[in-house]
């Protein structure tokens, strides 16, 4: 049996009904662009994050690029950020004109360290913008005890996070705003692009209305250069059908990070997860460190389970971010993670059988490797 990194087919057989007749409903309106499909979605996700606003926009690049621009950051100023997300986060900073500052992780959690934040911060710093890396909440306390210390606003990326608490709230309600994506991979995900912006803060909710919409409140009146970055009618429409089911399936989800934690605890070099006791993660990926990660992809790969690397290389490092002129040794923490991370099969429709077979395979390939000398884990 194979087991897939994702399986997109069980998803939409669970949900067909409903989500066939989302389509219907959307086709008969005969109306695609900001109606109220998105305004219904946008009233529902804001009470599932327990938020007062939520404004749809096209990905969850333009929800974080967005709420900067929204807070008026851009030319001249700094935007702290993991050394260790997907490039999206440090794309948005860019792309509103402003600089990211990287900031190493715990590499327990994978989240920023907030104690590495005041040596990060000068006069130029606006904003931090914490990832809730692999489903797992950041550690917001403190981080927004230094950014209230220093004036500083936070955006969360909620990319990856959808349905997590922090001390019993939701993440993409810790912050000052936050940007959701609801690509097809992630938690809460579309059947192509989506986004939002989640806030408490009316005056940003408004600003990302009339950004995401040319920049105008009235058709016409073009108050600011805007950009068009709308949440379809289709997308939202399909995206209420599932979020009436993602605290169910990131449940599931809970259920397969419990069999696999239970079933590879000491093995062989493997470091596995770690989760705080302030955090309910959601596991939108389920990622374990090796010494010998590419050894292991590849043994895992034969007996067809499939893994993916997130991610290989650090933003400092790839080619977006050559002019910066980072080098090798810069983030070494970043480093050494994206060197060692591996992640699993996860999802809300992977069977007992199914992971019971990583688990396995897991086993039996860590102890063929074990006769090789183990090279320890230093971060
Ligand atoms: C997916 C992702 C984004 C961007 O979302 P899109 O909808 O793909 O634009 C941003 N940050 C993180 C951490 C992500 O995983």
Same mark, same amino acid.
């Given at each position: 049996m194979k087991v897939p990194f994702l399986d997109f087919v069980r998803p939409y =057989?669970?949900?067909? =009904?409903?989500? %066939?007749?989302a389509y219907f409903r959307f086709m008969r309106s005969a109306w695609y662009v900001l109606g109220k499909e998105v305004e219904a979605f946008e009233e529902e996700y804001a009470n599932f994050c327990g938020v007062k606003h939520c404004v749809g926009v096209g990905n969850g690049l333009e929800a974080l690029h967005?709420?900067?621009?929204?807070? !008026? @950051?851009? /030319? !001249?100023?700094?935007? @702290?950020?993991?050394?260790? $997300?997907? @490039?999206?986060?440090?794309?948005?900073?860019?792309?509103?004109?402003?600089? &990211?500052?990287?900031?190493?992780? %715990?590499? +327990? $959690?994978?989240?920023?360290? &907030?104690? +590495?934040?005041?040596?990060?911060?000068?006069? +130029? *710093?606006?904003?931090?913008?914490?990832?809730?890396?692999?489903?797992?909440?950041? %550690?917001? %306390? &403190?981080?927004?005890?230094?950014? +209230?210390?220093?004036?500083?606003?936070? @955006? =969360?990326?909620?990319?990856?996070? /959808?349905?997590?608490?922090?001390?019993?709230?939701?993440t993409g309600s810790l912050g000052d705003a936050a940007g959701n994506s609801f690509y097809p991979g992630k938690n809460l995900g579309a059947f192509?692009?989506? !986004?939002?912006?989640? *806030?408490?803060? &009316?005056e940003l909710a408004d600003r990302v209305r009339t950004l995401r919409n040319y920049g105008s409140k009235k058709k016409y009146y073009n108050e600011v250069k805007g950009y068009n970055s709308r949440l379809d009618e289709l997308q939202a429409a399909f995206l209420r059908v599932k979020l009436k089911k993602l605290d169910e399936w990131n449940m599931r989800r809970r259920e397969v990070a419990a069999r696999y934690l239970a079933g590879m605890s000491g093995l062989n070099g493997l470091t596995l997860p770690f989760v705080p006791t302030r955090a309910e993660p959601v596991w939108h990926l389920f990622v374990i460190r090796h010494s010998q990660r590419d050894a292991l992809q590849q043994r895992l790969a034969a007996t067809g389970i499939g893994t993916l690397i997130h991610y290989p290389v650090p933003p400092h490092l790839s080619g977006a971010y050559a002019d910066a002129g980072w080098k090798r040794g810069a983030f070494p923490v970043a480093e050494e993670l994206a060197d060692r991370v591996l992640s699993l099969p996860m999802g809300p429709h992977l069977s007992r059988e199914q992971t019971g077979q990583v688990v396995d395979g897991m086993r039996h390939i860590l102890e063929s490797l074990a006769g090789k000398p183990p090279v320890p884990l230093e971060v």
């Amino acid at each position: 049996m194979k087991v897939p990194f994702l399986d997109f087919v069980r998803p939409y =057989e669970e949900l067909k =009904e409903e989500l %066939d007749e989302a389509y219907f409903r959307f086709m008969r309106s005969a109306w695609y662009v900001l109606g109220k499909e998105v305004e219904a979605f946008e009233e529902e996700y804001a009470n599932f994050c327990g938020v007062k606003h939520c404004v749809g926009v096209g990905n969850g690049l333009e929800a974080l690029h967005l709420a900067l621009r929204a807070y !008026g @950051i851009g /030319q !001249g100023d700094e935007v @702290i950020v993991p050394s260790n $997300t997907y @490039i999206a986060s440090w794309l948005a900073v860019s792309y509103a004109g402003a600089q &990211p500052v990287p900031v190493e992780p %715990d590499p +327990r $959690t994978f989240n920023l360290d &907030p104690h +590495r934040l005041e040596a990060a911060i000068t006069p +130029r *710093t606006k904003a931090i913008m914490p990832v809730h890396l692999y489903g797992q909440p950041a %550690d917001l %306390d &403190p981080i927004l005890q230094v950014a +209230r210390q220093h004036g500083l606003k936070v @955006i =969360e990326d909620n990319a990856q996070a /959808q349905g997590a608490r922090y001390q019993g709230r939701r993440t993409g309600s810790l912050g000052d705003a936050a940007g959701n994506s609801f690509y097809p991979g992630k938690n809460l995900g579309a059947f192509g692009e989506a !986004g939002a912006v989640t *806030t408490n803060d &009316p005056e940003l909710a408004d600003r990302v209305r009339t950004l995401r919409n040319y920049g105008s409140k009235k058709k016409y009146y073009n108050e600011v250069k805007g950009y068009n970055s709308r949440l379809d009618e289709l997308q939202a429409a399909f995206l209420r059908v599932k979020l009436k089911k993602l605290d169910e399936w990131n449940m599931r989800r809970r259920e397969v990070a419990a069999r696999y934690l239970a079933g590879m605890s000491g093995l062989n070099g493997l470091t596995l997860p770690f989760v705080p006791t302030r955090a309910e993660p959601v596991w939108h990926l389920f990622v374990i460190r090796h010494s010998q990660r590419d050894a292991l992809q590849q043994r895992l790969a034969a007996t067809g389970i499939g893994t993916l690397i997130h991610y290989p290389v650090p933003p400092h490092l790839s080619g977006a971010y050559a002019d910066a002129g980072w080098k090798r040794g810069a983030f070494p923490v970043a480093e050494e993670l994206a060197d060692r991370v591996l992640s699993l099969p996860m999802g809300p429709h992977l069977s007992r059988e199914q992971t019971g077979q990583v688990v396995d395979g897991m086993r039996h390939i860590l102890e063929s490797l074990a006769g090789k000398p183990p090279v320890p884990l230093e971060v």
